[in-house]
């Protein structure tokens, strides 16, 4: 009878163990503000907004939203664009952006055109030299530049295409 007890308990106890280690991973978060909706990581918090810059593209830019964790960051603003400074179409502006990217010393890894909430954007990746990654995405949508800016420690893109894919605004 002591065996059988004995048993049961570490059965118990094993079970108890395994079950203790494992780590659910967070559920997404919804962002709705400003008449911007989509989905990010659940272990992500919203930062303070003036304490992260927007890439400086010469032009009076105002921060809408940075989220992330100590590994990851996504800011988003608008931008309107400075005096004597034409951001109409979205190759030029693409083009001062990897231009700007490219001072700071980051490494150009790659660049495509891609669909935001119904708008045409171009989206460029570098790494910086600080080893960091980055990909700026630029687009204009009812006449208003939009910029998005996702920083990572590592050299990967899932955790920014999910939060594209689920990305809505007017």
């Known amino acids: 009878m002591k065996k059988i007890i004995l ?14 280690c494992t780590e ?17 990581p659940g272990n992500w918090t919203e930062l303070n907004k003036t304490k992260y810059t927007l890439l400086d593209l010469g032009n009076t830019s105002k921060g809408i939203f940075v989220l992330g964790n100590q590994k990851n960051r996504l800011t988003f603003g608008k931008v309107t664009p400075g005096k004597g400074q034409a951001l109409n179409t979205l190759p030029k502006w693409a083009q001062l952006t990897k231009i700007r990217l490219s001072s700071k010393g980051g490494q150009f890894l790659s660049e495509k055109n891609l669909t935001i909430a119904g708008a045409n954007a171009h989206q460029l990746r570098f790494m910086s030299p600080d080893g960091g ?38």
């Open 7 to 20: 048993i049961v308990l570490m059965v118990i106890i094993a079970i108890v163990g395994i079950s203790g």
């Open 24 to 40: 659910e991973t967070p559920k997404n978060k919804t962002y709705s503000a400003d008449g911007i909706t989509f989905q990010y």
């Open 133 to 170: 990654y980055y990909t700026g995405i630029v687009f204009i949508k009812n006449n208003t530049g939009y910029i998005m800016v996702y920083a990572s420690i590592y050299n990967e893109t899932e955790t920014l295409d999910n939060i594209l894919k689920s990305f809505k605004m007017p």
